[in-house]
């Protein structure tokens, strides 16, 4: 991004001969003249800055007996500087630079993360009725009041912000938690010695999942331009996504990169016996009473168990106490 700063404003390559080098080097410092990638040379050395900076430069020189010359010009205003007398040409840009900006003052993409219970065709759905779709202007839509309605009418919304990224409306949802069960409630009402009752499946059937190959994917964002750095990108079966956005004093700016990684998966099955069906699924009871009685002693256990052609079922009484 520095990189892309210096090209728009111009930047040169320039030599100092003939003076004291060290002289203007340290005056140029002092002064807080950023000078790049300083090389000596025979006749003094060889730099970088940009073109507001080496204007100055010539005082400079003068005071230390030496003079700077350009070597290489690099950067867009000297590409623009044999245009400068054609003046449609500045208007055509002026013209793209309105339009981009007008076209940014509208929301062209509406994105929901978060939702896990609420479908998102629900949550667009009603946005839609509420002024929150593609097409509409950033202006007429009221994100704070949106929010609060939104917590008013979903009751597993527990929060909801709507984020503003160039044209995309993200609908920022984290939804309430459920409910404590049984064992919990218990818990809370502060009982000592309670019943509880615990049931677990396990599948015949197992799947190994892992990881077959890795993609990663970038777009770059440049004010309301959104511009692919891949020429064709593929879907994998699980999905992640990261954006870095340019920040300048803690302001963040509408330039950045969102970088895609596709995750494609291959899986492996087994049919387990039945003795390793029943151990599976012990194993995940045991888990489970791990869980569940964290703080707790059980008194008395009570177990049983059914196998069939295609899982098996545990279910487990207990009468636990308060440690």
Not at 209 to 232: G, M, N, Q
């Amino acid at each position: 991004m520095i990189w892309l700063f210096r090209w728009m404003f111009g930047y040169v390559r320039f030599s100092f001969t003939g003076g004291f080098a060290e002289n203007f080097l340290t005056e140029c410092f002092s002064d807080g003249i950023e000078l790049r990638d300083i090389s000596i040379s025979d006749e003094g050395f060889i730099a970088y800055c940009n073109l507001k900076t080496y204007k100055k430069l010539h005082r400079y020189a003068f005071r230390h007996g030496g003079k700077v010359r350009i070597i290489k010009k690099s950067g867009l205003p000297f590409i623009l500087l044999p245009l400068k007398n054609r003046i449609g040409f500045f208007i055509g840009m002026l013209a793209f630079v309105v339009i981009i900006s007008f076209l940014s003052c509208f929301v062209w993409n509406v994105e929901v993360v978060g939702n896990d219970r609420i479908s998102e065709t629900s949550i667009l759905s009603y946005l839609e009725n509420h002024n929150l779709k593609s097409g509409v202007m950033w202006s007429s839509v009221e994100r704070d009041s949106l929010c609060w309605d939104m917590m008013s009418e979903f009751e597993d919304i527990s929060w909801v912000h709507i984020n503003k990224i160039g044209t995309t409306a993200r609908v920022e949802i984290n939804e309430t938690r459920l409910a404590d069960k049984d064992g919990d409630e218990d818990k809370l009402r502060g009982i000592n010695v309670f019943r509880k009752e615990l049931e677990v499946v396990a599948y015949r059937e197992q799947k190994n999942v892992t990881v077959k190959e890795i993609k990663t994917y970038k777009r770059l964002h440049f004010f309301s331009a959104d511009i692919p750095l891949y020429l064709k990108k593929e879907t994998g079966e699980f999905s992640q996504q990261s954006e870095k956005y340019l920040t300048i004093k803690n302001t963040v700016l509408p330039i950045g990169i969102t970088e895609y990684e596709e995750r494609f998966l291959s899986s492996t099955s087994k049919t387990m016996t039945d003795d390793e069906l029943l151990a599976l699924a012990k194993r995940k009871l045991s888990y489970q009473e791990t869980e569940e009685f964290d703080g707790f002693e059980i008194i008395n256990k009570t177990e049983s168990h059914k196998i069939d052609e295609d899982k098996c079922v545990i279910t487990s009484s207990y009468i636990v106490k308060r440690k």
